[in-house]
């Protein structure tokens, strides 16, 4: 009998064939980061309101799937995506400069957005791991970081909506234009944060949500849900990023669409998605003549496997 468990320990020894003596295979990524040292834009950051284009370079985080010990390094060869916005359906809007900006949320006056930076990490915290993403084969919810990790900030305002007087209880959607993403170089398998897709106003007692609705334009890719809260869906062509057909508020635990999605594919060089505005039927209002600054500020930031 000892003869016996000698041989097995030997064999296993000699082949390495033992689960436990495996080393397991780390996951890198390549991810956004502004921590002073490593920038992924160059500083200073700007405030917003602005539509001028937006360029972020990715830095390699070891083992970042997990979100264990942030190690980042600067890439071999630079990598970077720059935002821009096409197609523009309201280019007159009031103190907005754009019916869609970067560096802009309400509340900075009664007529006026605040102003904020354009690359920030100002995200939901995903106390439960079960929101963001960062690798696409990695473990469901987890390597974004909230604290190390920034997006870029997207306002649509909803002015133009109550300029032109436009239904809120139908639940139509408005089409503000093309949100893009233009790699420098090819990459695979890209996975798209996003963070907070949902608005609320709330005039008299009578709340109205909205919320930003994503449709993916590239010819040839598609979408998967990576995770997320229920509030974010894919339609059946798994092109459309939608927000269920529930009241909208702007928080990722309750009422707003969060999560990240993998596009499909290798050699991706660009992105393009058109964005809409959509109202959830409330009984309330986009806003009134005295407070005109609502709108859906969210954040968009992206990762990869390392490649």
């Given at each position: ?7 097995i320990l030997r064999v296993?020894?000699?082949?390495i064939?033992?689960p436990a003596?495996?080393p397991a295979?780390a996951q890198?990524?390549?991810?956004f980061?502004q921590d ?8 200073p950051?700007?405030k917003g309101?602005t539509?001028i284009?937006?360029t972020?370079a990715?830095f390699?985080n070891?083992?970042?799937s997990?979100?264990e010990g942030?190690?980042f390094q600067?890439?071999q060869?630079?990598l970077s995506?720059?935002f821009s916005?096409?197609?523009?359906t309201?280019?007159t809007v009031?103190q907005?400069?754009t019916?869609?900006t ?11 957005v605040?102003s904020v ?17 960062s690798h696409?084969?990695?473990q469901?919810?987890r390597?974004v970081n909230?604290y ?7 306002f649509?305002?909803?002015k133009?909506?109550l ?6 209880s139908?639940t139509?959607?408005y089409?503000?234009?093309k949100?893009r ?6 990459v695979?398998n ?5 963070v907070?897709?949902?608005?609320t106003?709330?005039f008299?007692?009578?709340r109205?949500?909205?919320a930003?609705e994503l ?10 849900k990576?995770?997320g809260?229920?509030?974010l869906v894919?339609d059946?062509?798994k092109?459309?990023?939608l927000?269920t057909?529930?009241?909208?508020t ?6 707003a669409a969060c999560?990240?999605l993998?596009?499909?594919g290798?050699?991706?060089?660009s ?6 505005l ?8 986009w806003?009134?003549?005295?407070v005109t600054?609502?709108g859906?500020?969210w954040?968009i930031?992206?990762s990869?496997p390392?490649q």
């Amino acid at each position: 009998m000892l003869f016996k468990q000698t041989l097995i320990l030997r064999v296993c020894f000699v082949f390495i064939t033992c689960p436990a003596l495996l080393p397991a295979s780390a996951q890198h990524t390549l991810e956004f980061v502004q921590d002073g040292v490593n920038n992924s834009y160059s500083p200073p950051v700007p405030k917003g309101p602005t539509s001028i284009p937006q360029t972020l370079a990715f830095f390699l985080n070891n083992n970042g799937s997990k979100d264990e010990g942030i190690y980042f390094q600067s890439l071999q060869s630079r990598l970077s995506v720059t935002f821009s916005f096409d197609d523009q359906t309201y280019i007159t809007v009031p103190q907005h400069v754009t019916g869609m900006t970067f560096g802009a949320a309400s509340g900075a006056s009664a007529s006026q957005v605040k102003s904020v930076p354009v690359v920030n990490n100002n995200f939901f915290e995903d106390s439960t791991r079960t929101i963001f993403t960062s690798h696409p084969k990695g473990q469901a919810g987890r390597g974004v970081n909230v604290y190390n990790n920034v997006g870029l900030q997207i306002f649509l305002s909803a002015k133009p909506l109550l300029t032109a007087n436009a239904p809120t209880s139908d639940t139509s959607r408005y089409y503000y234009g093309k949100l893009r993403l233009q790699f420098s170089r090819p990459v695979n398998n890209p996975v798209i944060s996003l963070v907070g897709l949902g608005a609320t106003t709330n005039f008299s007692d009578k709340r109205l949500g909205f919320a930003t609705e994503l449709e993916l334009q590239s010819p040839g890719r598609t979408l998967i849900k990576l995770s997320g809260s229920k509030e974010l869906v894919l339609d059946d062509t798994k092109t459309k990023i939608l927000h269920t057909k529930s009241a909208i508020t702007g928080n990722c635990g309750n009422g707003a669409a969060c999560g990240s999605l993998m596009v499909t594919g290798s050699d991706v060089t660009s992105l393009v998605f058109g964005v809409y505005l959509r109202a959830d039927g409330g009984p309330g209002v986009w806003g009134t003549q005295k407070v005109t600054n609502s709108g859906d500020m969210w954040h968009i930031t992206v990762s990869l496997p390392e490649q």
